[in-house]
């Protein structure tokens, strides 16, 4: 089988925000961006790899979730229990440099995990958890 990962889903409930951290702070590109309001469908990816993204949705608006299990996803977004994501770089120490500066929201310092990664980890403006290894 030949198959890739094209479009990774992570929700946002201030669109202008996470539009702001994932473009400015991050540095991705803006693929797309539709709807208005908080209803906005944002898809932004690093620059360079061109077939991998992150489609920042607003959250629960399938017609097919219940009123329960739409507290239960509010509820879980507020916790910063919803959504995740692992990212990758080489340059750990800068990269969390630059989110710190940011005012991002700090989860773990830059720690040698037992595992055997170095990672760090923070928190986008969704309360989404957003985890960074270091390449080696």
Request: hydrophobic letters at 40%; proline letters at 8%.
């Amino acid at each position: 089988m030949d198959i890739t990962i094209d479009t990774v889903f992570l929700p946002h409930d201030d669109p202008e925000a996470s539009l702001a951290f994932y473009r400015d702070v991050l540095e991705f590109e803006v693929r797309n961006d539709v709807g208005q309001g908080r209803m906005r469908w944002i898809t932004v990816g690093p620059a360079g790899q061109p077939g991998t993204s992150i489609l920042l949705a607003p959250p629960a608006v399938d017609p097919g979730i219940t009123d329960d299990e739409r507290r239960t996803i509010v509820e879980m977004m507020a916790k910063g229990t919803y959504g995740w994501i692992l990212l990758a770089t080489p340059d750990l120490d800068g990269t969390f440099e630059k989110l710190q500066a940011s005012d991002a929201e700090v989860v773990q310092e830059p720690i040698e995990q037992p595992y055997g990664v170095r990672d760090c980890a923070f928190r986008d403006p969704a309360g989404n958890l957003i985890r960074i290894k270091e390449l080696r």
